[in-house]
């Protein structure tokens, strides 16, 4: 028994055509309160369905009939000296520069260009300050005194930015099929110190949560559910979103969900269902230490 829906039932509501409803989790506010609660009173982070995984080693045979993604995340702008093992398709989980800068997204693009695989599946994180067009017309209203290098830019440097990513498809609340997998991906995360793509945690986040289909394959967003490489030691402190987790566990049920965000995180788990890759290259330290996480899934049947 791989999977087991109805456990967690709890929080996510059938409805009458049969689809789940998710719902503001009472905890939604407090993660790390979220996480103690639901792991005494629903076992929800325990084995033998929650445990660790390890990485395939990259010489790893790649089994017939199935599809290796290489994840990566968080490279802010410190590219240069990672090693990209073999695989078919590229995810990229966000935070690829410091500020989203133009000349740093043109470097990203070109980096991009040289690696050899077949797709390249980018989304944001909060760090590309200039993809999220609301933050970017609230910074000029408080001009700048936060990002004094992003202030030098004209609005024209910026407007089109994501035009500049020609070596990958950019996903933003959208999805792409590539050979055969539907992948979503969304930038948003928990509101910390006021980044892009930041919102409230509850019914903000999970407005933005309920735009993801049914039936997708691989969830790319740029941070971690609740209780899923969230972990932040510093802080003690959980910080995974949980409408993120009930969307992921009762509704959506992708094969692998991809993010990055916390650094401190880097890893892999799973719910006995879902894959969690959070493949953050860079270290809390921002050092580009972490080696690019490696996955294979069976191709979908073709219709
Ligand atoms: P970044 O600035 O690249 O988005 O995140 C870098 C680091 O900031 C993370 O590895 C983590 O230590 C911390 N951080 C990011 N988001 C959060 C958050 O929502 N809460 C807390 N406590 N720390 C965070
Ligand atoms: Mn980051
Ligand atoms: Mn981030």
Redesign the pocket.
Known sequence: EGSTPGRFVLAGRTMAHGKVSISVDEYSSNPTQAFTHYNINQSRFQPPHVHMVDPIPYDTPKPASHTRFVCIS?T?SRTDGIQMPYGDVLLHTG?FTELGLPSEVKKFNDWLGGLPYEFKVVIA???ELTFDKDFMAELVKQDYYRFPSVSKLKPEDFDNVQSVLTNCVYLQDSDVTVKGFRIYGAPW??W?NG?AFNLPRGQSLLDKWNQIPEGIDILMTH?PPLGFRDW?P??L?R?GCVELLNTVQKRVRPKLHAFG????GYGLMTDGYTTFVNS?TCT?SFQPTNPPIVFDLPNPPAT
Do not use: R
Request: glycine letters at 14%; proline letters at 5%; charged letters at 25%.
């Open positions: 968080d802010h935070d994180g909060n760090h995360t928990p910390f980044w941070g932040v510093k802080e402190q910080v965000g916390i650094h401190e953050s809390v």
